[in-house]
């Protein structure tokens, strides 16, 4: 089974056909740079480009980088445009994608559950907290492969900072932070973490965890596991699909 999946993320717009049975993309992904400002408008005109690309005609997936409710309703907008918030996305990317059905998710969430289910958390029990780093640091939490929604963990304060503008991985490119610098602020983050919820399981993706092996070594002190996420940053995109499938 098919079904389009787009992840709306600070910096691209990206999204292709995926294979459900699979948990992988079934065509090579398209994707768009995310327009400055990220309004609504101008993200939907995004949206529409990639899903026009493939000429796709049926349910579609979107992650949105915030707190989203009801599969619709945007209630935070920390890397895009504030104008999101209220927002009902799932009315605004339906109307602009021609009146396809849509389910919106929230970023992180759609990654959590495309790891579950087919990388690093499948068949795991406990609690495992998957973070994605990117322009900020999105967060998910399972109890027991039972997702818990929305959880923001990358706004937690961390030295009297927002903890993803200390170690996001648009913290260490615009801080031109080196991978041991910047593997020490990631260390006090999960340390924080760990300490709040002690998980079995960190799974971490985003972009970063391709590049696992240039800084995971470096994380120390942290008594819960520690893996790069298997889908990589195509697991929005996946996990956007699977809920629009069981929304269906």
Do not use: C
Not at 35 to 41: D, F, W
Not at 125 to 133: A, K, W
Not at 140 to 146: A, H, L, N, P
Not at 177 to 201: C, G, N, Q
């Amino acid at each position: 089974m098919h079904i389009f999946g787009v992840d709306i993320g600070g910096s691209g717009i990206k999204g292709a056909p995926v294979d459900l049975d699979l948990g992988d993309l079934a065509d090579e992904r398209y994707k768009v740079l995310t327009p400055h400002p990220a309004t609504p408008e101008a993200v939907a005109d995004g949206v529409k480009e990639v899903v026009g690309h493939f000429g796709w005609t049926g349910p579609v997936g979107i992650t949105f980088p915030g707190v989203v409710t009801g599969g619709a309703t945007i209630r935070t907008a920390a890397n895009v445009d504030k104008s999101w918030i209220d927002v009902d996305a799932r009315a605004l990317l339906s109307e602009r994608i021609g009146g396809l059905p849509v389910t919106v998710v929230n970023d992180a969430d759609a990654a959590g559950v495309a790891e579950v289910q087919f990388g690093a958390g499948r068949d795991r029990q406990g609690t495992v907290i998957l973070l994605t780093f990117g322009t900020g640091i999105g967060s998910v939490v399972f109890s027991d492969g039972v997702l818990v929604p929305n959880t923001e963990l990358g706004h937690l304060e961390l030295h009297g900072h927002d903890a993803e503008t200390r170690a996001s991985t648009k913290a260490k490119e615009d801080h031109e932070l080196t991978w041991e610098h910047w593997a020490k602020r990631v260390t006090k983050y999960l340390a924080h973490v760990e300490m709040l919820f002690s998980p079995e399981l960190f799974i971490i993706g985003g972009g970063v965890s391709r590049k696992s092996a240039k800084f995971l070594h470096l994380i120390e002190g942290i008594r819960a596991e520690i893996v790069p996420a298997q889908l990589q940053n195509n697991a929005g995109i996946v996990g956007a699909a699977m809920r629009a499938a069981k929304a269906e």
